[in-house]
């Protein structure tokens, strides 16, 4: 997908101004953050669980080389191919190449974060194909002609009524409102695309070495049409993604849909080997892998290696004030949030990507829900220091620092300033306790009031209390 | 050099090493043919058979109990009628031979997109969670799990086990390495995509029944 994260800025602005994003966005504080909430209070070893899984991520990082090949060697046994794509251009190559050599027409497509990565829809449409998202949020979406807000609800910022309107324009059927009628709408449109499509795309949320497997998890059932009603089952997923065995698979299966939905487990959780077998009667006849580098071979080793831990549940997003307030789009690529800002930067290079890390408060919830337990906060600062030292900051951010620090570092002088500062600010308040405006930054307070001390610094008052004593 | 070799090399040049050697190749491959034991979720329920029920209509399925696999055909009929089904379905050949009673049409093919009813048999059903796991093969065609709008699956109550690892030990004793398709089944299909709240029937089947056999 286009990369629009260069005017975060501008994007974040028209996001906090847009009636309907904020009336979309106000839904997901109830939705996903209180069911993680409950799932996970119900769990008692759900702690447990995240440290267990962390701790095979990072085994895996550690062994990736073996892994890979102990996957790859499984799924040519079951009759599958393995492509490697080191980056988008080399995937979009591959999938081209299956794609004519099937003779396709229409291709289904399952959700797929990976193939948003590569820009794949663009390049397949560019090629004359058709191309039909099928899970329902991406579908909406695809209508819309919009990217998703979000890696595991891309409609989030869509209300049912610019649901309805979308779908009366492009099913050449009555307008319908209900929420039921709009889903059934959907489901009856779509069912002759999967029968119809040669090729099927599908994401991969894990890959078992052990069997070969890729793993999706839905709810819709979406991919299973996809993929299994296709002549051809193509699967898109990250190098990062593969595990050692179904034993291992299970503490994922435990944590994924509790921090993404709050759901005890998803409705479908399918394993795909290879095409069909002898005797089979239904299933894809051609079965391929396409694993996608993409800058992640790159974060082995470095400080950024946590970040290869991600499973994609989107807890973070939905645990963040930022996010909450301006939705998915205005980050301006595939990846939102907390972990978007972390992915962005690194895959798509420090330039124009400035505002993304900044734009993060370090209250640290996005940790606390990580279930693999992903610094993020920690990985934020990091690029913010990567920043400084490449010298992106700007010049008046950079001066201000320099000052703060030179003052900081002489705790006289501070406690000095620190006085005439408070005492100023009181008597700008004249005793109302906030100040409207600020003469120097008046960005602060353009929305918000700024609350004023009331002439004494804290360290006075508390040596004043000493004092008392 | 090809791509595989570029991200190989790239794997290894982050990691700081090379290739691993063959002694620590073999202590990996004994992990995935012996894979550790993690915690699992506490399943200390007596009845599994009752757990399973429960989790499984917490998620909108719904399950009835059957004393043999003969009563497969009226308790399927019996749920056509209520839901007003004709009298037709998709059925795979690993339930057997069974008496459908007069008029019913049973295909054992892949399902047709005009399918609105599937009848398949459960591999297994777990407790921990209230899922069912299907196993793809020429007599349990997948399309039968996911075309139809009502789903009908049988499962045997000594198929049911606690948690999902006891389906790996299952499968490995089975010898053939996984199938081409499984899944772990755990409700009818949903979406929350509009407006976050939940609508049933978005692709795969609207309705799911479960005949707990035995």
């Not at chain 1, 994003?21 to 909430?37: D, E, I, P």
């Not at chain 2, 992990?31 to 429960?54: E, G, K, S």
Request: one cysteine or more; glycine letters at 8%; a neutral charge.
């Amino acid at each position: 997908m286009e990369f629009r994260s260069p005017e975060f800025k501008t994007r974040a602005v028209h996001a906090l101004h847009d009636a309907n994003l904020q009336k979309a966005l106000s839904n997901t504080k109830a939705g996903f953050v209180v069911k993680r909430a409950k799932a996970a209070e119900e769990m008692p070893e759900f702690e447990a669980l995240r440290d267990t899984a962390a701790e095979i991520k990072n085994h895996v990082l550690a062994n990736l080389d073996h892994y890979l090949e102990k996957y790859e060697a499984a799924v040519t046994a079951a009759g599958g191919h393995v492509h490697y794509a080191t980056d988008a251009e080399d995937a979009r190559r591959i999938i081209l190449g299956i794609c004519k050599k099937a003779n396709a027409k229409r291709i289904t497509k399952g959700k797929s974060m990976v193939s948003e990565e590569m820009s794949l829809n663009e390049a397949l449409i560019g090629e004359g194909y058709e191309v039909v998202e099928t899970d329902l949020g991406e579908y909406i979406i695809q209508l819309a002609d919009e990217p998703p807000s979000h890696i595991i609800a891309p409609a989030i910022h869509k209300t049912k009524d610019q649901v309805a309107d979308l779908f009366a324009a492009a099913h050449n059927k009555p307008r319908k409102t209900d929420r039921a009628e709009l889903v059934a709408e959907a489901r009856e449109v779509l069912r002759e695309k999967y029968f119809t499509a040669e090729v099927g795309i599908t994401g991969g949320n894990f890959l078992v070495a052990e069997t070969g497997s890729s793993v999706i998890v839905t709810n819709e059932g979406n991919g299973d049409l996809t993929q299994t009603l296709a002549k051809v089952h193509i699967v898109t997923s990250g190098i990062e993604r593969v595990i050692p065995s179904l034993d291992d698979l299970s503490v994922f299966l435990r944590i994924l849909a509790r921090s993404a939905t709050g759901q005890e487990t998803e409705s479908y959780t399918t394993f795909s080997t290879g095409p069909r077998r002898e005797g089979d009667i239904d299933g894809p006849e051609e079965y391929h892998v396409v694993l996608l580098d993409n800058g992640r071979s790159k974060m082995l080793g470095s400080r950024f290696q946590d970040m290869l831990r991600c499973i994609r549940c989107g807890a973070c997003m939905n645990h963040c004030p930022v996010y909450g307030s301006i939705g998915g789009h205005a980050y301006g690529w595939v990846y939102p949030g907390p972990m978007g800002s972390v992915l962005t930067p690194l895959i798509k290079g420090m330039d124009g990507t400035y505002d993304l890390p900044n734009a993060c408060t370090l209250n640290g919830r996005c940790k606390s829900v990580c279930p693999v337990r992903i610094p993020l906060p920690d990985l934020l600062r990091e690029i913010r220091h990567n920043q400084f030292r490449q010298d992106m900051t700007p010049k008046r951010q950079k001066q201000a620092l320099k000052l703060w620090r030179y003052v900081a570092e002489r705790p006289k002088l501070y406690h000095f300033a620190e006085r005439i500062g408070v005492r100023i600010l009181a008597s700008m308040a004249n005793g109302k306790g906030k100040l409207r405006s600020l003469p120097f930054d008046p960005g602060w307070t353009g929305a918000r009031d700024l609350p004023a001390p009331t002439g004494r610094t804290f360290l006075e008052l508390w040596q004043a209390k000493r004092g008392d004593k | 050099m090809s791509s595989r070799d570029t991200i190989f090399k790239a794997i290894r040049q982050g990691l700081g090493r090379g290739p691993l050697d063959d002694a620590a190749r073999k202590q990996l491959d004994a992990r995935i043919a012996n894979p550790p034991q993690h915690i699992r979720a506490t399943v200390d329920d007596a009845d599994l058979v009752a757990r399973f029920a429960q989790r499984f209509e917490s998620r909108s399925g719904t399950t009835e109990r059957i004393a043999s696999l003969a009563d497969v055909p009226a308790a399927v009929a019996a749920l056509a009628e209520s839901y007003a089904i004709a009298p037709s379905a998709v059925v795979g050949t690993a339930l057997g031979e069974l008496a459908w009673p007069e008029g019913w049409q049973i295909d054992h093919g892949a399902a047709t997109i005009d399918v609105m009813l599937g009848v398949s048999l459960a591999w297994r059903g777990i407790a921990e969670t209230g899922s069912i796991l299907m196993l793809s093969g020429p007599d349990r065609p997948i399309t039968h799990n996911f075309v139809p709008e009502t789903h009908v699956v049988v499962l045997p109550v000594e198929h049911i086990v606690r948690h999902y690892e006891d389906c790996w030990v299952a499968l490995r004793e089975r010898g053939q390495g996984a199938p081409r398709a499984m899944n772990f089944i755990s409700g009818p299909s949903r979406t929350g995509d509009v407006e976050q709240t939940i609508e049933l029937g978005a692709h795969g089947p609207r309705r799911m029944h479960v005949l707990i056999l035995g």
